[in-house]
RNA sequence: UGCGCGGUAUUGUAAUUGGCAACAUGCUGGUCUCAUAAGCCAGCGCUACGAGUUCGAGUCUCGUCUGCGCAACCA
């Protein structure tokens, strides 16, 4: 494949329901902004889209939640996130909301024409329906008790206490959560995108990179886990996947379609195509044509995202897209795996995260501290670890003792040998090189070293090795320390003042070149490094080829007696102080969150209905784990009078082992159910703290079996 | 339970086709004094466990343990 004539880059777009966290940025966000800053420097053609994702069930429970609407909960987050970004460097040509009337026209054209082609599928299915509020309930819509741990709480797709996936109708005691009724369950038809007819095809295009004998990339470009993820579902067998929900907050159907009210696109149908209407948007706002950049084939499409997004990416929105048909398909996915915070993963609904819009209010002008560290331990073939000793570390190690130190001597002694301007050079002068530490002329040594340095950077990043790329830009820095350790300037412009002129030229020029392969990484400091030398700005535009070629031609990136300007510091150390304010900070307001989280006390209950309940002491006597399950123990339990066999969801807190012998109690007049096949006959009573970790409630010591408890 | 990606020095991360396991940090020693007590030089220290293929395995195969994710099952 040749080189593109244009990039159309894509970042996830964030859920517009909280703020932004360095997961989200570690994932999707900072990679992209090196690459497209890279290519622009490149003078390529490259347009970066993003945008809130601001549809779904979730905000309007939300909304709910907070007595405000769906409008608003999106309004406040979308500003939010929008604002977080621009502060922290991450440069979009256009941040969109998928709210906007463009992104609604977008997405129902896309889906009318699907439509029209014959593309779904219509079927017919049971769903719950709230008579009162007289709508379809979408999963997150209904809550009830976990069939597996009880947790009363648990939505229709997911209990969040144990974590289990679960579809509405397994709910105990089903609820509405609009109307807290107990929903029926009625029929509703809805559009199917049928993926097992295009798995074939997108086998094939995954595997090979080849659709219709048509070379579009090549798969050992693309990340390991990526393929891995994307041969796993191909291989598991595709399924049809409903593309329209029972909602009232999304992109309608297009309403001729019949059948089509209260239907709203499903937000995987509606998001990516986000990052379409963003693209006609931005071309609206700047006078050019969006076509080109999704329809053309010499356009490279790269979608950034986080591994949680790979199947959406890689297999549905490129089958809408060819379904659809004229568009082009990405020519890579390079999801980043998870980013975990001081040995945990990170939660939102734990409070285990640090926050983007907070780091830049806590650490003003420190954005490239934390896009240094975070690019230094981007996930990007694993997960891996933030914490704030490693940023500390990385800071005061990297960013103060190696570049800042560099640049900082080279400005000083420029400033004090020559008041600040570039000294001319004799160039037949030799030097020390910093590689080979033999005596060269500059242009041999330093500034061939420098332009392999920086088309390497190139080479890496290409490639989507933003870590490498980082660390080979921290090299020219250390070179450029080595040059002046080994020719020692401030010994020897007491003897040789003319070879000291070359050695800081030589400096000067690292300096210059640092400027420029610096801004794709960390561009507030580049900023910073241009205003020290008294140079504009750049403007990404095409500046870094300019300068490879100007050092492939031999010529010096910075002219003889140029002004620079007087020393100043780029970066600072941070003191212990900081940083164990900030593991405090992280740890009291998981305790904070913690301390809420107490179950609220149900209703009052007669003395009667307790009586009901015939609770009794029993001996564990045997237990085993349940085959294929991942939670269920078999229990028996020695009554006295009888025994029992129970099936229990404790496998995750205790081995078989361990609980032979222990004492419990059981709720003993539970009418009996089946567990995969097991009659389980009563309950084991457990105390579950607000961490989903549960304990047996015992009777003290010497009490027997089968007596009741009261 | 199945599938996918992992497990490398104190810590964080590397390692095209199998070929001297690297970088940063840490620690020890040396050295310079332009610089933000920074820099530079030298040394110490690692492939989860067990087997197999091979002249040769971090890399390939099998098993065990283990982290994460996805899916399935699921009162």
């Not at 450029?480 to 350790?485: P, W």
Request: with cysteine; glycine share 6%; hydrophobic share 35%.
């Amino acid at each position: 494949m040749e080189e593109p004539k244009r990039y159309l880059v894509t970042s996830a777009l964030p859920y517009a329901n909280g703020p932004l966290h360095i997961g989200h940025l570690a994932g999707a966000y900072l990679s992209a902004d090196i690459y497209v800053r890279f290519l622009r420097l490149n003078g390529k053609d490259v347009v970066y889209v993003c945008g809130s994702d601001e549809h779904g069930a979730a905000i309007t429970i939300r909304a709910k939640k907070d007595g405000t609407t769906p409008q608003a909960i999106v309004d406040k987050y979308d500003e939010l996130i929008r604002t977080t970004f621009e502060k922290i460097g991450i440069s979009f040509d256009i941040y969109h909301r998928t709210s906007a009337p463009i992104h609604h026209e977008t997405s129902q054209a896309f889906f009318r024409t699907l439509n029209q082609k014959g593309e779904f599928i219509e079927q017919t299915k049971e769903q719950y329906f709230d008579e009162t509020a007289n709508q379809f309930l979408a999963d997150r819509y209904i809550i009830g008790t976990c069939p597996k741990c009880n947790h009363t709480e648990a939505y229709g797709d997911q209990c969040e206490n144990c974590g289990s996936t679960l579809s509405p109708t397994e709910l105990v005691d089903p609820r509405s959560t609009l109307s807290g009724d107990k929903p029926v369950l009625k029929s509703t038809t809805h559009w199917y995108l049928p993926l097992d007819k295009y798995e074939a095809w997108l086998k094939e295009w995954v595997e090979t990179g080849k659709l219709e004998e048509e070379l579009l990339h090549y798969p050992d470009q693309w990340k390991n886990h990526v393929l891995g993820q994307c041969k796993s579902w191909l291989d598991g067998g595709l399924q049809p996947r409903a593309m329209t929900r029972d909602l009232d907050w999304g992109v309608d159907v297009p309403q001729e379609i019949k059948g089509a009210e209260g239907k709203k696109l499903y937000v995987w149908m509606d998001a990516p195509i986000g990052y379409i209407s963003a693209t006609k948007q931005w071309a609206l706002d700047n006078g050019k044509d969006w076509e080109p950049y999704w329809k053309d084939k010499d356009t490279a499409l790269i979608h950034f995202i986080g591994k949680d997004n790979i199947v959406f990416h890689c297999l549905i929105f490129p089958a809408i897209l060819k379904a659809h048909g004229d568009y082009i398909l990405p020519v890579n996915v390079p999801a980043n795996q998870f980013l975990n915070l001081e040995g945990r993963k990170l939660s939102t609904s734990k409070n285990w995260a640090v926050w983007v819009h907070e780091y830049v209010e806590e650490f003003p002008g420190k954005e490239d501290e934390l896009r240094y560290n975070m690019i230094k331990t981007m996930p990007e073939q694993r997960d891996s670890e933030f914490t704030w000793k490693g940023y500390q570390e990385t800071n005061n190690n990297e960013l103060v003792n190696n570049l800042a130190n560099f640049i900082n001597r080279v400005i000083v002694l420029t400033n004090k040998y020559y008041d600040g301007i570039v000294p001319t050079i004799n160039p037949d002068l030799q030097i020390v090189d910093s590689s080979n530490q033999i005596e060269m002329s500059y242009q041999e040594s330093e500034l061939v070293d420098l332009h392999d340095r920086l088309q390497e950077i190139g080479t890496h990043i290409r490639a989507f090795e933003f870590r490498a790329a980082l660390k080979v830009l921290m090299e020219i820095s250390s070179t450029g320390n080595q040059l002046l350790q080994f020719n020692e300037p401030w010994k020897l412009i007491k003897t040789d003042e003319e070879t000291v002129k070359v050695v800081m030229n030589t400096a000067l020029q690292v300096v210059t070149a640092l400027s420029v392969a610096s801004r794709p990484f960390l561009p507030f400091t580049s900023d910073k490094i241009r205003d020290l030398l008294n140079l504009p700005p750049l403007k990404d535009d095409g500046e870094y080829m300019d300068l490879l070629n100007k050092l492939a031609e031999g010529e010096v990136i910075l002219a003889d007696g140029h002004q620079i300007n007087k020393p100043q510091h780029l970066f600072t150390k941070i003191p212990d102080e900081v940083i164990d304010a900030q593991i405090a900070k992280l740890e009291a307001a998981e305790k904070a969150n913690k301390g809420v989280s107490y179950e609220p006390v149900k209703e009052t209950i007669a003395f009667d209905d307790f009586t009901k309940l015939d609770l009794r002491t029993g001996t564990i006597l045997a237990a085993e784990k349940v085959k294929k399950t991942k939670k269920l123990l078999k229990l028996t339990v020695d009554l006295g009078f009888e025994e029992r066999t129970v099936v229990s969801g404790i496998a995750e807190f205790f081995k078989p082992e361990d609980i032979l012998g222990k004492q419990v109690l059981l709720l003993a007049n539970l009418a009996p159910r089946k567990l995969k096949g097991i009659e389980s006959q009563g309950m084991i009573l457990m105390a579950e703290n607000s961490d989903g970790v549960l304990d047996f409630v015992s009777p003290g010591e010497g009490m027997g079996n089968g007596f009741v408890v009261k």
